[in-house]
Every structure is written in structure tokens, then in C-alpha cells.
């Protein structure tokens, strides 16, 4: 397990601020970066024209790849909203007992409240609140 964030996680971190903040095509030549550097051999996404709604999902299944093993997959999901109380995935690939795979399963997140993970860092580092400034440079 990884002490530290890796070159995937801030790579894919990066480009999923600029594709939010409108840089879709530069966020999208960081996600090709990170293939590149994994010998990924998928094919390209920048230059692509992806609608935002296209970046983002390309950037979701990036992260699942990428940050396989990492343990950022749960709190991704909780991050990216796909995971709250009384949510639930269908049509999820799922291996299961035996190695068996299922292309059609559902995953129901109705385990929230025993599992308490703030879903933002905001939660635990709230300013005045005898935590350090919240400072967002730009």
C-alpha cells in the first residue's frame, strides 16, 4: 500500500481540476500522460472533442484502472457522489467467489452510517475551527 500519492493519483487529480474548470482538453492530456506512463496502450482521449460529460466519465473509469490496488476506489466513489446512503450501481463487473464474473451486478451503499467518511476534506478542516487555514491558491 502506497505511503504517499503516487504519480497516477496527483496526475488524475490535476486533470480532473481542469476539467472542471473548463480545460477539458488539457485535463484530458493528463489522463493520456498517465497511460503513457503505465504502458497502458488505450488509446488517446485528448483531441478527441469529449463533451465534459464525456471527460468526466473518461476520467472516472481512468481512476478505476490507474488507482487499481491504491485503495482510492471507495472514497473516489463517495467523492464523486456515486456512493451515499440508500444509493446504489447496477450493471457493475464484479468478480465473485470462485473467480467467477459477473457482467450485471448491483452494489447497494445502505452500509453509510457504519462507515463514516467525511465527503469532503472540508468536514474535519473546517477554518477557526482550530484547524490550519483553508487556503485554495490558484
Do not use: H
Not at 476539467?19 to 503513457?36: C, F, H, K, W
Not at 497502458?40 to 481512476?63: I, M
Not at 472514497?75 to 470462485?98: H, I, S, W
Not at 472540508?122 to 475551527?129: C, V
Amino acid at each position: 500500500m502506497p505511503v504517499g500519492a503516487t504519480y497516477e493519483e496527483n496526475a488524475l487529480t490535476r486533470a480532473e481540476a481542469l476539467i472542471r474548470t473548463g480545460s477539458v482538453e488539457l485535463g484530458l492530456a493528463l489522463i493520456d500522460a498517465v497511460r503513457q506512463y503505465q504502458n497502458a496502450q488505450l488509446p488517446a482521449v485528448a483531441g478527441a472533442g469529449l463533451t465534459l460529460a464525456q471527460a468526466l466519465q473518461e476520467l472516472y473509469s481512468e481512476r478505476r484502472i490507474a488507482m487499481f490496488l491504491k485503495n482510492t476506489s471507495f472514497y473516489d466513489y463517495r467523492r464523486f457522489g456515486f456512493a451515499c446512503k440508500n444509493c446504489q450501481r447496477t450493471g457493475v463487473v464484479v468478480l465473485g467467489p470462485g473467480g467467477a464474473v459477473n457482467t450485471n451486478a448491483t452494489i447497494v451503499y445502505n452500509y453509510m452510517d457504519y462507515f463514516d467518511v467525511p465527503q469532503n476534506e472540508l468536514d474535519f478542516n473546517t477554518p477557526g475551527a482550530g484547524s490550519a487555514p483553508v487556503v485554495f491558491p490558484l
